[in-house]
């Protein structure tokens, strides 16, 4: 997702670089670069020892209530590009998992979306190609989705969170509520319903327009078809569709090659999904 949307960049009517000399060119190109390959999750899991050094060892030298237009606090960033660096690759995994900070209805849709994409690739792979697809993309292992949700969100979202939210007291709404969706999580994995006051849905005294509380609701309720994946309650098992069905067309011989030349330029295939907060 995000190099389509670099790619642009370089086209006629949205080169949005094009007024910059050739040496700020080559390093604005550089660096998206970079943020694009900080998504990758092999390369987040290095550097968030690393992230969490400097903030354990800088701010706690200049007070770790500082506000962050601290002069302390700015010259720690505006000093060391490597730890700007690594600031930018922090923020990109947090926004590239940032479905898991939203309202629980919000949350809940967008993981069941991108879990049937995942089954839906789990059952092209088990019955096209012969092989047993990754637990999260087993659809015979939906029930076990909720507690893959939890994992994700103690492994990668609520770490980022964490420390982000070190560097600016702002940010630490995306940590409670990516911690409020963990508990939504283990309500469903226990079979039991999720409590409306869990759900973090804008009250009027927030100041939320007035039928943005309904949206939300009419989406957590929103009906799914016979295939889809309904975590509320009970997990429930999805029905495998017939093998028939499974349209190879969705999954082209020249995506296994596109995948490889990702490899090959040193970006592995365990990026998360974009925005989806979602257990890759």
């Known amino acids: 997702m995000y190099s389509k949307v670099g790619i642009s960049f370089f086209f006629k009517g949205t080169d949005i670089l094009c007024n910059l000399s050739h040496d700020d060119y080559r390093q604005s190109v550089k660096i998206m670069e970079k943020a694009i390959l900080a998504t990758d999750l092999s390369r987040y899991f290095a550097k968030l020892p690393q992230f969490r050094q400097i903030l354990d060892e800088r701010i706690s030298a200049v007070g770790e209530a500082k506000p962050i237009d601290d002069i302390a606090v700015k010259t720690m960033w505006q000093t060391e590009a490597s730890n700007r660096e690594l600031l930018m690759c922090m923020l990109m995994t947090a926004s590239d998992v940032s479905?898991?900070?939203k309202p629980w209805p919000v949350q809940k849709k967008s993981a069941e979306l991108v879990a049937n994409?995942?089954?839906?690739?789990?059952?092209?792979?088990?019955?096209k190609l012969?092989?047993?697809?990754d637990a999260v993309m087993d659809r015979e292992l939906s029930h076990q989705f909720p507690q893959m949700q939890i994992e994700f969100i103690d492994a990668?979202?609520?770490p980022v969170y964490e420390l982000?939210?070190?560097?600016?007291?702002?940010?630490?709404?995306?940590?409670?509520g990516c911690l409020a969706n963990r508990d939504c999580w283990d309500s469903v994995a226990k079979g039991e319903t999720v409590k409306e006051a869990s759900m973090r849905l804008p009250g009027d005294a927030e100041g939320a327009d007035a039928g943005y509380r309904d949206r939300l609701m009419a989406l957590l309720n929103a009906p799914f078809s016979s295939t889809?994946?309904?975590?509320e309650g009970t997990p429930t098992s999805l029905a495998v569709p017939n093998s028939d069905t499974v349209n190879p067309v969705d999954f082209p011989a020249s995506s296994v090659k596109t995948a490889r030349c990702a490899e090959d330029n040193d970006a592995t295939s365990s990026t998360t999904v974009g925005g989806g907060g979602t257990a890759p």
């Open 156 to 158: 990668i979202c609520a």
């Open 117 to 127: 994409e995942f089954f839906q690739q789990g059952d092209f792979e088990r019955q």
């Open 99 to 101: 479905a898991s900070t």
């Open 130 to 133: 012969n092989i047993k697809p």
């Open 228 to 231: 889809a994946l309904h975590l």
């Open 164 to 176: 982000i939210s070190r560097v600016c007291v702002r940010l630490r709404p995306l940590l409670e």
